[in-house]
């Protein structure tokens, strides 16, 4: 993991980032999510001005619709076939412009142990 760390701190050429392209780099990846999420909030025009959205994580990991009858146990044989929406439905980092600052670190822990 450390030499992809190191690979990704160089610009094209090789030559490694300065300060100000780091902290560029770094400011790019915490705002496109949340500004991406805005802008296509505010192009859907069914939702009249004042409405507030929200995505009841607990609910929706809860549903025995989409878990079925035993979504309240844990069972890790559950993800061995998993449909395309259970793969949607779960959100355990949040989702949008509060969404889990840490979710690409925990994905790579993850990956990389």
């Avoid at 980032?17 to 949340?34: F, I, K, V």
């Avoid at 609910?59 to 035993?70: T, Y």
Wanted: aromatic share 8%; hydrophobic share 35%; charged share 25%.
């Amino acid at each position: 993991m450390a030499r992809a760390y190191q690979v990704a701190r160089r610009d094209e050429k090789g030559e490694p980032l300065g300060r100000e392209e780091l902290t560029a780099e770094a400011l790019t990846q915490l705002t496109a999510g949340s500004d991406t999420t805005s802008n296509s909030s505010c192009a859907l025009r069914h939702f009249p001005p004042g409405t507030t959205l929200s995505v009841p994580t607990y609910s929706v990991h809860h549903s025995r619709e989409i878990w079925g009858p035993d979504a309240d146990e844990f069972r890790p044989e559950r993800w061995e076939e998993v449909t395309e929406w259970q793969k949607n439905a779960l959100i355990p980092f949040s989702y949008g412009p509060r969404a889990c600052i840490g979710h690409n670190v925990a994905d790579v822990e993850m990956a990389f142990g």
